[in-house]
């Protein structure tokens, strides 16, 4: 049975809480993600910023606020103030079928893997995909039976 260790992302982008928007704005761009685990001085998982919650904090641009202006205000909004503590975690040991159902049924974009308190990986929708493209390769490959 494979786990969610087997398809989790170990190598991490994070943040702690009092980084600030500016920042986590950056990392999601020069990253291209869009999820970020915060994390406190000894790793342990504490929340998770998504790109939804930093489309709220920003404001419109119907507004008329100017990009340099946008970013003025970013910088003096610290992350806990618009992240998220109350977040569904998995452990590297459940199964990666759990994980994707419960990705499903809530809607949720990522699962943050943690284990004793500690943040070790990420499960992703992305992730989901590479493995349902792998194995879509993977049957195309197998020859047809003979009737």
Known sequence: MLKVRDLM?????????TDNLALAR???NLARIRHIPIIDHESNFIGLLTHRDILSATISKL????HKTQEELDMN????????????TASPEDSLRDAAGMLLEHKYGCLPVVEKGKLV????????LSLTISLMNTLEEIPDSPP
Do not use: C, H, W, Y
């Open 63 to 66: 507004a008329g606020v100017d």
């Open 121 to 128: 990986g990420i499960l992703t929708e992305a992730d989901f």
């Open 77 to 88: 909004i610290p992350i806990q103030e618009i992240m998220n503590f109350r977040v569904k």
């Open 9 to 17: 992302t170990r190598d991490l982008f994070t943040l702690q809480k």
């Open 26 to 28: 950056s990392l999601m």
